[in-house]
C-alpha cells in the first residue's frame, strides 16, 4: 500500500488530522533539508512534500519564492532531489512527497522522474501548474510508479470541475485557500467548506488544506472540516534565517532543527486545540 | 516533447478543442485560474460571432485607433536595398503607436461584457501596458500594470504615459526584474482576484485561448495589408517579414496569408550579443520545448528546465518564450525564423530614419535589420510586407546608451 493512503487511514482510524510540512529542497544546503525532514518529523508531521525549485514558481508566494531562489543560487540541480529523498527515507517513515512545476519534470523526462523517485523511497508528487486535462501522462507514470498525484481543488474551482475526482484512487485532494481560509474575508472561509463538502460528494479521499495556513489557530479551524493542513511559508522562514537575509543574527543549524520541531509540535497540537 | 504529442493536423485548423497547436499550448495553470479561462473561452467564442460585439470592435478600431492604417511603399528603403518594393504596415501609426491596442481594445471590451471591473496586464517595453492603460481609461475599468525594475528603468517615459492614464504601475524585482517576472507576478495576482479581474495578456502566449484570441485580435493587420498589397500590386507578396518576442505582430501579419502556400513568412528574433554569447532572446532559433507561462512551446532553458535570463536591447523582444502557435508554424516549416544583433536592429533604426524618415521601434528595426539579409534569397522585383509594429521615441534613450556604452550599430547601408 502507498505511504500517503496507508497514512490517513491509520490517522483516520486515531481520530487524528494530518500536519502536511513542505520545505524547499537545497535550502539553504541539501544536509540542512534531510535534517529539516527529520526535525519536521520529530515534531509530528505525518507527510513531508519537498519542493524541488523552479526559476518561475507562479504558484508560490514571496517566501517560498525567495527559497527556490536561494537553492538554485546555491546550484541546486534536479537529480539532487532523489539523494536527499533516499537519504531522509532512511531515517523517517513517513510520505514523502515532490512539489514542482510541471518544466523540470518534462526536461528530466516524466517516466524517468517517476522511476527514480519511486526507487528513492518517495510516495507522490504535487505539480500545481498541471490541472486535470494536462496531467495525463504524468499520472499514468505516477500510478505505473506505485506514486500519487495530488489532485488541486480551489474556492473558484466549479462543480463540473469536481467530477473527475470519482476516478481518482488514492492519494489526497489539496484544497488551496485563495487568500488565507482565516484571512479577515469570511466569505472565502464559507466557500472553502462549501467547496469541501462537494469533494466529499464526489470521494472518500482525504482533503487538506494549504496556501495561508501558519499558526495553530488557523490548524485548529481547518481541522474543523477538512482532514489535515499544508504549512509551508511558516518552516520555509525559519530555514530563511540559515541564509543571513533577514535583519536577525545567523543561528546555527541546532537551533534551527530544535525551532522546526518546535513548530511542527505547535502547529500539531493545533488540531486538539477548540475552535 | 514526446512524440506522441506531436500531432500533423492542418496549420489553419489549429488550435483543437484543448489548445494544442500540434502539440504546442495547452493550459499549464493553477487550478485557480482554471475556471476563469473556461468562462473566457466561452464568452470569447460568444462574442467572436456576435455581430454586435464584432461592429463595436470595428467602430472603435476605426473611429479610436486609426485603422484602416496605410500599408506604404518605402521607395527610398527599398532603392537602398536592390531591386526589391518594400511596404511598411504603419502599425506605428495606431493611436498609441503600435499593434498592441488591437488587442487590449478587444480584451478590454470582453472584460466588460464578463462584468469585470478591474484589468491588470504584464509589460516588456510598456507599449502593452500603454495599450491596456488607454483602453481601460476609455471603458472605465480599473488598470494595474506589472512591470520588471529593469524595464521601468529602460522604459521610463511609457511609466509615465500608463501613470497619466490612471493605472497603478506596479514594479516587479523578483527573479530577472523583466517581462517574464512581470508575467510571473501578473499570473500570482489573477489567482488572488479572478473574480473581478480580467487578465489582459499582450501576446500570443499564455494558456487556451490567449493565443487564439490575440491572435484573432491581431489578424486585422494581416487582413488589411493582404487586402491592401491586391489593390496596389495586383499579387500577394513574395515574402513577410515581423519581429518576434512573443510573437503577436508577426502572427497577426501571418496567419492571413497562411494558406497563400507561395508567400513566405519570416519573423526575427532577438540575437542580443550575439547567439553564440548566450545573450540573446532567441527561443524558437535556440530554445527547446519547455513550459512557461502556462503554454508548451520553446523556451530559453538549462539542462535542468530552469528558465535563462533572455537579453535584447529591446525590452519587448526580452523574452525567454514564443507563443505556440509560432512553434507549431517552425515545426511545420510554414514559417522561416532568424535572429539580428542588437548592433544590427540600431542599424536598422538608423536605415528607417535616414531613407524614409520613420524611426521605428528597437522590436520593429529588427525585422528591418534582416531585409538585407533577406535580399540574396529573393528574385529580383520581388515584393515585401513589413510589419512596422512600433514607432521609437522610446527608444531613443537606449539607443543613445547603447552608443555611448561604446556600441556601434551596423549598418550596411
Given at each position: 500500500m502507498n505511504r500517503i493512503d496507508a497514512t490517513f487511514s491509520n490517522l483516520s482510524r486515531a481520530g487524528e488530522k494530518a500536519l502536511v510540512a513542505y520545505v524547499t529542497a537545497g535550502d539553504p544546503s541539501p544536509d540542512l533539508t534531510v535534517n529539516a525532514v527529520t526535525a519536521l518529523v520529530a515534531g509530528g508531521a505525518d507527510l513531508v512534500e519537498l519542493g524541488l525549485p523552479f526559476s518561475d514558481p507562479l504558484a508560490d508566494g514571496p517566501v517560498i519564492q525567495r527559497a527556490s531562489q536561494r537553492a538554485l543560487t546555491a546550484g541546486f540541480r534536479t537529480s539532487e532531489i532523489f539523494t536527499m529523498i533516499e537519504r531522509a527515507r532512511r531515517q523517517v517513515a513517513v510520505p514523502l512527497m515532490v512539489m514542482s512545476y510541471y518544466n523540470p519534470l518534462m526536461q528530466y523526462g516524466i517516466r524517468l522522474f517517476c522511476r527514480d523517485l519511486s526507487r528513492a523511497g518517495g510516495d507522490g508528487l504535487l505539480i500545481p501548474d498541471l490541472p486535470y486535462e494536462e496531467e495525463g501522462e504524468l499520472r499514468e507514470e505516477a500510478e505505473a510508479h506505485g506514486l500519487r498525484l495530488t489532485a488541486f481543488v480551489a474556492p473558484t474551482t466549479t462543480p463540473a470541475r469536481l467530477e473527475h475526482l470519482k476516478d481518482l484512487e488514492g492519494g489526497f485532494v489539496y484544497c488551496v485557500s485563495v487568500t488565507g481560509v482565516t484571512g479577515t474575508d469570511q466569505t472565502i472561509s464559507k466557500r472553502v467548506r462549501d467547496v469541501i463538502r462537494w469533494i466529499k460528494e464526489e470521494t472518500l479521499l482525504p482533503v487538506v488544506i494549504g496556501f495561508g495556513v501558519s499558526r495553530p489557530k488557523h490548524v485548529a479551524e481547518v481541522g474543523t472540516f477538512a482532514d489535515g493542513a499544508v504549512v509551508g511559508s511558516a518552516f520555509v522562514r525559519i530555514l530563511e534565517t540559515a541564509s543571513g537575509e533577514s535583519q536577525l543574527a545567523v543561528p546555527d543549524e541546532a537551533t534551527i532543527v530544535k525551532e522546526l520541531t518546535q513548530m511542527a509540535r505547535e502547529l500539531k497540537e493545533g488540531f486538539t486545540m477548540s475552535f | 516533447m514526446s512524440d506522441k504529442e506531436i500531432t500533423r493536423e492542418p496549420l489553419i485548423d489549429l488550435p483543437d478543442d484543448r489548445g494544442r497547436y500540434r502539440g504546442f499550448g495547452g493550459r499549464y495553470v493553477p487550478e485557480t485560474v482554471m475556471p476563469a479561462l473556461e468562462e473566457l473561452e466561452a464568452e470569447y467564442r460568444a462574442a467572436r460571432t456576435d455581430p454586435s460585439f464584432q461592429k463595436e470592435l470595428t467602430h472603435y478600431l476605426t473611429e479610436y485607433v486609426g485603422r484602416p492604417n496605410p500599408l506604404y511603399l518605402a521607395s527610398g528603403l527599398s532603392a537602398t536595398l536592390g531591386d526589391v518594393r518594400v511596404y511598411l504596415k504603419r502599425e506605428d501609426l495606431n493611436h498609441t503607436g503600435a499593434h498592441k491596442i488591437n488587442n487590449t481594445l478587444g480584451q478590454a471590451m470582453l472584460a466588460r461584457r464578463m462584468g469585470k471591473t478591474r484589468v491588470i496586464a504584464e509589460t516588456g517595453a510598456g507599449q502593452h501596458g500603454v495599450a491596456t492603460a488607454t483602453t481601460a481609461a476609455l471603458f472605465g475599468l480599473d488598470c494595474t500594470i506589472y512591470m520588471g525594475e529593469e524595464d521601468m528603468r529602460r522604459q521610463a517615459l511609457n511609466v509615465v504615459r500608463m501613470e497619466l492614464l490612471g493605472a497603478e504601475v506596479v514594479e516587479v524585482t523578483s527573479g530577472t526584474g523583466t517581462l517574464k517576472d512581470a508575467t510571473n507576478e501578473a499570473l500570482r495576482e489573477w489567482v488572488t482576484r479572478v473574480a473581478d479581474t480580467h487578465y489582459v495578456i499582450?501576446?500570443?502566449?499564455?494558456?487556451?485561448?490567449?493565443?487564439?484570441?490575440?491572435?484573432?485580435?491581431?489578424?486585422?493587420?494581416?487582413?488589411?495589408?493582404?487586402?491592401?498589397?491586391?489593390?496596389?500590386?495586383?499579387?500577394?507578396?513574395?515574402?513577410?517579414?515581423?519581429?518576434?518576442?512573443?510573437?503577436?505582430?508577426?502572427?497577426?501579419?501571418?496567419?492571413?496569408?497562411?494558406?497563400?502556400?507561395?508567400?513566405?513568412?519570416?519573423?526575427?528574433?532577438?540575437?542580443?550579443?550575439?547567439?553564440?554569447?548566450?545573450?540573446?532572446?532567441?527561443?524558437?532559433?535556440?530554445?527547446?520545448?519547455?513550459?512557461?507561462?502556462?503554454?508548451?512551446?520553446?523556451?530559453?532553458?538549462?539542462?535542468?528546465?530552469?528558465?535563462?535570463?533572455?537579453?535584447?536591447?529591446?525590452?519587448?523582444?526580452?523574452?525567454?518564450?514564443?507563443?505556440?502557435?509560432?512553434?507549431?508554424?517552425?515545426?511545420?516549416?510554414?514559417a522561416e525564423y532568424v535572429a539580428v544583433t542588437d548592433a544590427e536592429a540600431v542599424g536598422g533604426v538608423k536605415l528607417l530614419n535616414r531613407t524614409e524618415g520613420i524611426l521605428p521601434a528597437l522590436e520593429t528595426a529588427h525585422a528591418v535589420a534582416y531585409l538585407d539579409k533577406l535580399m540574396p534569397t529573393l528574385t529580383p522585383g520581388a515584393v515585401i510586407v513589413l510589419c512596422l509594429s512600433g514607432r521609437g521615441d522610446k527608444d531613443v534613450e537606449s539607443i543613445t546608451a547603447f552608443e555611448s556604452e561604446g556600441g556601434t550599430a551596423n549598418e550596411s547601408h
Open positions: - | 499582450g501576446s500570443v502566449v499564455g494558456p487556451h485561448p490567449y493565443p487564439l484570441m490575440v491572435r484573432d485580435f491581431q489578424r486585422v493587420i494581416g487582413d488589411e495589408a493582404r487586402r491592401q498589397i491586391l489593390e496596389k500590386e495586383g499579387r500577394l507578396p513574395d515574402a513577410l517579414v515581423a519581429c518576434v518576442g512573443g510573437g503577436s505582430n508577426a502572427m497577426g501579419l501571418f496567419y492571413p496569408f497562411l494558406s497563400d502556400a507561395g508567400v513566405r513568412m519570416i519573423g526575427v528574433e532577438a540575437a542580443g550579443h550575439g547567439l553564440e554569447t548566450g545573450a540573446h532572446a532567441a527561443s524558437l532559433h535556440s530554445g527547446r520545448p519547455g513550459v512557461l507561462h502556462g503554454a508548451l512551446s520553446y523556451l530559453l532553458q538549462d539542462d535542468d528546465g530552469q528558465v535563462t535570463p533572455a537579453y535584447s536591447i529591446s525590452a519587448g523582444l526580452d523574452y525567454p518564450g514564443v507563443g505556440p502557435e509560432h512553434a507549431a508554424f517552425m515545426q511545420g516549416g510554414r
